[in-house]
């Protein structure tokens, strides 16, 4: 499968959605998520979404700002970020694992998008 995601630029306290379209395989079988790498860090789980979409989980850093959420009908997943920090700023990567469930660490996941950068101006 293949993921495509889109970033921008933003102010701080400000909102931002990001998409990922998938191609090449049935998206609703793969459970989604979202992974962010700010410069000289490790890239760390943001969030993710089961294959129905009724079951997420969240990084506490992101907890009550952003939503993630995803539209089996257009192959496409989405995180709503909400109340934008500058420390948000990092190349946001989505993610995809051929199972119903989702998890939180790297090697979790089977495909990967290229990344797209998200920039949090103050």
């Known amino acids: 499968v293949q993921l495509q995601a889109w970033g921008g630029l933003v102010q701080a306290g400000g909102s931002l959605r990001l998409s990922c379209a998938a191609s090449g395989r049935t998206f609703s079988s793969f459970a989604m998520a979202w992974f962010r790498q700010a410069p000289g860090n490790e890239r760390e789980f943001v969030a993710a979404v089961g294959v129905s979409g009724g079951s997420t989980d969240y990084a506490d850093s992101v907890k009550g700002r952003f939503t993630i959420s995803r539209d089996n009908a257009k192959n496409t997943m989405y995180l709503q970020m909400n109340r934008l920090k500058p420390e948000d700023t990092a190349v946001y990567f989505c993610?995809?694992?051929?199972?119903?469930?989702?998890?939180?660490?790297?090697?979790?996941?089977?495909?990967w998008g290229q990344g797209t950068l998200v920039t949090v101006s103050s």
């Open positions: 993610a995809a694992r051929l199972l119903k469930e989702y998890g939180s660490f790297l090697d979790e996941y089977d495909y």
